[in-house]
Nanobody, 114 residues
Framework: QVQLVESGGGLVQAGGSLRLSCTASGSIFNIYDMGWYRQAPGKQRESVAV???????NYVDSVKGRFTISRDNAKSTVYLQMSSQKPEAAVVYYCTARYGSHHWGQGTQVTVSS
């Protein structure tokens, strides 16, 4: 079973950039479709970006043109480059891996100050 560990969260000013990383272990990374979800306080978790095992990407409309998901199969790592960030408080970003079943990381928190 794959284990996922996110990193890179923190505090950034509005308009700034941040890169999240998620490193997988315990399974063959490149068979998985990888993704990032986020959950703001009091809100439902939503899909932000997905990259398939073949490298195709998809984004929620609110981040198109600002966020980029990528993967490095040699490092078993998926990234989320976030740019031009809008103010948000204590949003937790979760890394996911899907191959049949859906696996989740523990999350990393991002706060974008205004």
């Amino acid at each position: 079973q794959v284990q996922l560990v996110e990193s890179g969260g923190g505090l950034v000013q509005a308009g700034g950039s941040l890169r999240l990383s998620c490193t997988a272990s315990g399974s063959i990374f490149n068979i998985y479709d990888m993704g990032w979800y986020r959950q703001a306080p009091g809100k439902q978790r939503e899909s932000v970006a997905v990259i398939t095992s073949g490298g195709s990407t998809n984004y929620v409309d609110s981040v198109k043109g600002r966020f980029t998901i990528s993967r490095d199969n040699a490092k078993s790592t998926v990234y989320l480059q976030m740019s031009s960030q809008k103010p948000e408080a204590a949003v937790v970003y979760y890394c996911t891996a899907r191959y049949g079943s859906h696996h989740w990381g523990q999350g990393t928190q991002v706060t974008v100050s205004s």
